[in-house]
């Protein structure tokens, strides 16, 4: 009998492989919605969340100064080489390539990259104005990346794109205030935080003042109105893909859902949806045909 050949799968392919296993491993609440795009779009949304995964682990470890600027400037090096070397594969290989095939700008990119630099510079924020730069660049233009691998046709999707990361990172912010300050890092304005009386020691300690849920309530309501602004995106994407932001955009509202119905008490725990919230959520969709590949679902993201 004659025996049947394994396919040899190729080093794109493996490229791939490499970049799902990442977004396996860390992205959590992301991973859940990207398991609902058509194959070749969920592949180009991995390759896309592990160069961001790359990005964040060299600005979030324990590396000097010095030796993260050397490897913030090997991620540029490697993300403009157009013919990425072995050792540069193979997230980058998997970047190129979907970056090739959905006609992302590099810039977005680059934009990306410059974003989370600062936070090895920038520490806090002295208005909102200055603080929705930062979210636009780390958030914002991930977003303008993904509808990129989506597909839209109508221009005011980038716009709801933009809104979308915006809420989804204050979010972020408001869920993480507590490990963020434990990093001496100050995420709400300066200035909101002089309104309303709330100090940099009372936020260190985990203070639950007046003051404190006060300036929270207001960071919440401008997150939530970020939240609504973005839903129109959801009809401006290819219908195979609507699940995805639908998703995400559900998540991250319900998170901040339950940290104002915590009465903001965000430093006793971290403040998720656990395993069961998540696949409720997926069959409310109608994609409870992903859940077989959802062996392990946490409150990370």
């Known amino acids: 009998m004659k025996s049947r050949e394994v396919p040899v799968a190729t080093e794109l392919e493996l490229a791939y492989n490499h970049c799902q296993r990442i977004a396996k491993e860390n992205a959590r609440n992301f991973y859940y919605a990207f398991r609902t795009l058509p194959a070749a779009k969920r592949n180009a949304i991995y390759a896309v969340y592990a160069y961001c995964r790359i990005c964040d682990d060299i600005a979030d470890g324990n590396l000097s100064p010095e030796d993260k600027i050397r490897e913030f400037a090997l991620v540029r090096q490697r993300l403009h080489a157009r013919h990425p070397s072995a050792q540069d594969a193979p997230v980058f290989r998997a970047l190129h390539h979907a970056a090739d095939a959905y006609q992302i700008p590099y810039a977005h990119f680059e934009d990306i990259l410059q974003g989370v630099e600062m936070d ?26 993904c509808i990129k691998i989506f597909g839209y046709t109508d221009p005011s999707a980038e716009k709801y794109a933009i809104d979308m990361g915006i809420a989804m ?58 939240f609504k602004s973005s839903e129109p995106l959801f009809s401006l994407v290819a219908a195979d893909a609507r699940a995805c932001p639908r998703l995400m955009h559900t ?4 998170i901040l859902n339950r940290i104002e119905q915590s009465g903001f008490d965000i430093f006793e725990r971290r403040i998720g949806l656990n395993a069961s919230e998540k696949l409720l959520l997926l069959a409310r969709l109608g994609v409870s045909g992903v859940l077989s590949a959802l062996p392990r679902l946490s409150t990370r993201n």
């Not at 090895?120 to 303008?144: I, N």
């Not at 998540?251 to 319900?254: A, L, S």
């Open 169 to 226: 990172q204050l979010t972020n912010i408001l869920r993480d205030v507590k490990e963020d300050a434990e990093r001496d890092r100050i995420y709400i304005p300066q200035d909101e935080m002089a309104r309303f009386g709330c100090t940099e020691a009372e936020l260190m300690r985990g203070a639950l003042t007046d003051s404190f849920r006060a300036l929270m309530a207001y960071q919440t309501a401008r997150a939530q109105t970020h």
């Open 251 to 254: 998540t991250y509202n319900r």
């Open 120 to 145: 090895m510079t920038k520490s806090r924020f002295a208005s909102f104005g200055e603080l929705r730069d930062y979210c636009y660049k780390v958030a914002s233009v991930v977003g303008l990346v």
